[in-house]
């Protein structure tokens, strides 16, 4: 069955505004996916590790975090996200 | 609601974080909020989509998910050459206002007909679902589409007290134990260290432009969720999956 863009025949009421709703909701995702998708990038800026580099630095001597700090940043809100998920879904 | 305020207090400490400890924090509490909202969208997409459309409706969260990570690392691009705090806190900052809209936005989206039968508010569901569709609470297929809810709902009361421990016998257990390990290899495939760590993963390769190398794995994610959310019905979910498998296993 290909993805229906319009209601069976027949069908009563309007499904706009319910399409709208879960239209609107879906932009939760954006949220998520951006939250996920920011860190990546921020870890390898410059001027954070600058700032947020503890004294390590990398082979060529630059500003840089330990792979322990970096996961420890990532993989906190992973871990929690999991968790709640399992908890929740039905 | 609340989830959205958690999500703001962690925003506010990651941005003005200046060391590990208060970004760590910063990213509990949005990691806090985001992972409620997460679980949250599907469940109400599906209350509230009618029927016919319900799977197009949840497939557009997973196509929103993929849209913010490409804005995310756009957003990481224009900032990232800044020689001050705007390159991170900017990214960052932005989250607010995807937040805000988000907020106001709850403020006029109405509770699920189904939520309102579980509490055992039937006239309330009537009038929840009536608007949803635009017709009168008394229409035929307002009735029909609410009894339907509760016939639902009046069964699974019918079944007693599930444990959690049920879901692991038998034929249950089976089922649980193939989709666990269908999540597990997904997160094998390694997706989800290319969106985390890719970035300084291609910087430490030597790719000198690892920023646009980001924006392009997040743009091809945008792209081929289009296909799979088109294919998924048409081809069905096994055929679908088989096909999929290809391109981790070529690579």
Known sequence: ?90 | MVTMVVFCLGVILQTIATDIPVFTAGRFFAGYGVGMVSALIPLYQSETAPKWIRGTVVGAYQLAITIGLLLAAIVDNATKDRDDTGSYRIPIAVQFAWALIIFFGMLLLPETPRMYIKRGKPERAAKSLATLRRLDTDHPAIVEELGEIMANHEYEMSLGKATYLDCFRGNLGKRLATGCLLQALQQLTGVNFIFYYGTSFFKRSGISNSFTVSMITSAVNVASTFPGLYLVEAWGRRPLLLFGQYFPGMS
Do not use: H
Not at chain 1, 31 to 38: A, K, R, W
């Open chain 1, 1 to 90: 069955m290909p993805i229906r863009l319009t209601p069976p025949p027949g069908t009563p009421g309007a499904a706009w505004p319910a399409i709208c709703v879960g239209l609107f909701v879906a932009f939760g995702g954006v949220l998520f996916g951006y939250d996920t998708g920011t860190i990546g990038g921020i870890l390898a800026m410059p001027y954070w590790l600058k700032t947020f580099s503890t004294g390590y630095t990398d082979a060529d001597g630059n500003p840089a975090i330990t792979s322990s700090q970096s996961s420890m940043i990532v993989s906190i809100l992973v871990s929690v996200i999991e968790a709640i998920e399992t908890m929740t879904l039905p």
